[in-house]
């Protein structure tokens, strides 16, 4: 009898970093363990030999297991319930059924249990066991890729969507995936509108709490009056009316609370805060006793927490406890090159149907790029869908979108300086202004100054002007 023989592990950590595939052989006969071996050595293969069931179970947890090579009928065990056992533990490892007493029969049984071949021994062709284990590993590689490919698709279906090129938002991503193996607490900082919230579910789903609940909460929105309830729960009777709740820590218990605007929560909460966070456990209002929680916390704020320590406004030790690890969005106006990818992605999400509008024309997403953008991705969001409802099609353009007169203009022009207090000089401005907008469209334009197309035309000669003439399409980016 031959003892299974040990393949040394590649270097780099007790398994391997990516162990190479390795064959079991396993049956009764030695003389044809050491035949085997010698054939499959030859093809660069490791291989691990066996002659008991017990050697397949101490072998079977090996990362390294790619192939089985199986006698049917194991001395008193049958060969069967191996291969049920390897299917059912390791379904990735493939199985090669041997016998000496082949039949159809046995052979149909052994597929429909999961087998990938079937030899009959004795081997008479060598160059078909070669064969038979090399397909095997190749199938065994692309049902592994396969696996991975699917496995990525969730991830990517399960992570929010974090759109842009630039340097900011590569960072940004490469924080979130380097906190996939890390429970810390992280504290988010951005303006109103750059995306908190989608920042915070993209740190959930990678995390290990990915099965569990994200439950999201506006801490601005909550009434100072209920806060402690809403967070904490309350006991039935606990107050007029209470019925009973548990509380968002517990509703996100195995999963991650999000505790949006930080910042608004009133100080005698911050303290009740400070010691759930602290002890792990939360006290529902009218309770006697605290009940435990597990759960991982992520914060949120547009505020500088840091000035409202100094102002009193802001426990410093529940900063310290939510600020172990920052991250930082940076504002839209500081990526502008993510604006041409976030307006296509926002209007591809929100057209109406694929015969509605393709694209943006380019003066429109350039003006779209020189805005101010104080409200962030929110407000370009916002500017898109808004500019889908009403435009004609098939693509967006400058006079499409609802920039004018939201705070800071779209783009400067000549426009932009005083004009005389002289009704000619205001006149010839509306021109060029509805030429400009329109992109010298001179119906459009007509229609936007309420006047006829006739009437159009008579006072643009009467201004030296056509509709060609202003410069259309060239707008100069703010800043």
Known sequence: MEAARDIPHPPGSPLGSDPAPAVLVLDDEPLLLRALRRVLEGEGHPVLLGETAAELERLLPDPRLAVVLL??????TSGLDLLERVKRERPEVEVVMMTGHATIESAVGCM???AFDYLAKPFDDVHRVRTTVRKALERRSLVLRNRALERQLRDREAVPELVGASPGMRALTRRIEGLRDNESRVLIHGESGTGKELVARAIHAV???AGGPFVPVDCGA???SIIESELFGHEPGAFTGAVGSPGLFRRAEGGT???DEIGELPVNVQAKLLRALQEGEVRPVGASEAVPVDLRVIAATHRDLEGMIAEGAFRQDLFYRL?????????LRERREDVPLLAHHFLARHRRDEASVAGIEDDALEALVGYEWRGNVRELENTVESALALAPGPRLRLADLPLAGRGRAAAR??????LPLCLEAYEKSALERALQLTGGDASEAARRLRVGRSTLYRKLAKHGLTPKGVGVGRVRPIG
């Open 112 to 114: 429909r249990r999961g």
């Open 257 to 259: 609370l999000f505790l």
């Open 207 to 209: 995390s290990r709490r």
């Open 71 to 76: 006698d049917l009928k194991l001395r008193e």
């Open 413 to 418: 022009t000549p426009l932009d300086t005083d």
């Open 222 to 224: 909550l009434p100072e």
């Open 323 to 331: 600020d172990v690890v920052r991250v930082h969005i940076p504002p």
